[in-house]
């Protein structure tokens, strides 16, 4: 990374706004303890879906844009909402693949969705999620470069340049990129295939460690040639620690 910056890059929150909030803490304490770095933050998508506050998570995502450079990668969960409000069809797949927690999230309780046809349901989503709110998660990205490293939610096609990736792959692939061994244009930091810990193959770095379901969000540090990693962990009893390294297993 160029001298006297330093990446922090989120891996996928889905809907846990008490494990993101607990690392947007341990983050800022660490902006305010090294004053004179240029910190930058890249959140790798899916920030909704599956988890029970994926509204919440958009909304501390877009205030923390506000005080902080913070940018935000599209992954194929918010392609699935953003689709739900274009047909009822496309509101039925993305309800089948952890919509139904988002939808709640918005203000739907879970007796009106067990009640309502699927055509009302989607006559009624764009009441409670705003426009803003669907044009500001259109407006996420869909890659990052910064010196040796390029984010990405889901991955890249490895036969084409970066120049010429499609968004379908950015937001989808799996393994064409996953079984990849070969060298890259540059190191390839992504989200979307869970793995139990951060997964280094030296082309390509995956730190989505499955939040919703084990309770472990992941942010990688880069600063000049080094990394390392930054976890908010919960315990049986809910309770939220921090680990500089990851937890131990």
Request: aromatic share 8%; with cysteine; hydrophobic share 40%.
């Amino acid at each position: 990374m160029p001298a006297g910056t330093r990446y922090y890059a989120v891996g996928d929150i889905h809907g846990r706004l008490d494990l993101f909030n607990a690392m947007i803490a341990a983050i800022e304490e660490e902006i305010v303890a090294a004053p004179g770095l240029d910190h930058r933050i890249i959140l790798l998508g899916d920030l909704v879906d599956r988890g029970p506050d994926s509204a919440g998570v958009v909304e501390r995502a877009r205030a923390w844009q506000q005080t902080r450079k913070v940018r935000i990668l599209a992954g194929n969960h918010e392609e699935m909402f953003l689709a739900a409000f274009t047909k009822p069809e496309a509101l039925r797949h993305f309800l089948k693949h952890g919509g139904h927690e988002t939808v709640l999230s918005y203000g739907f309780s879970s007796k009106q969705l067990a009640k309502l046809e699927l055509e009302e349901i989607f006559e009624r989503l764009p009441q409670v999620v705003s426009q803003e709110t669907r044009d500001y998660i259109a407006s996420f990205e869909t890659m990052i470069r910064a010196g040796d490293y390029v984010f990405v939610h889901a991955g890249i096609d490895p036969t084409r340049p970066l120049a010429e990736q499609k968004r379908s792959d950015l937001l989808w692939i799996r393994e064409r990129f996953l079984n990849h061994e070969g060298p890259l244009e540059k190191v390839v930091v992504h989200g979307h295939t869970i793995f139990d810990q951060v997964m280094d193959c030296g082309n390509r770095i995956g730190i989505d460690t499955g939040a919703f379901r084990s309770g472990v969000l992941t942010a990688l540090v880069l600063e000049g040639d080094q990394r390392r990693i930054l976890q908010a962990c919960t315990d049986e009893a809910g309770s939220i620690a921090i680990f500089h390294g990851e937890r131990p297993h």
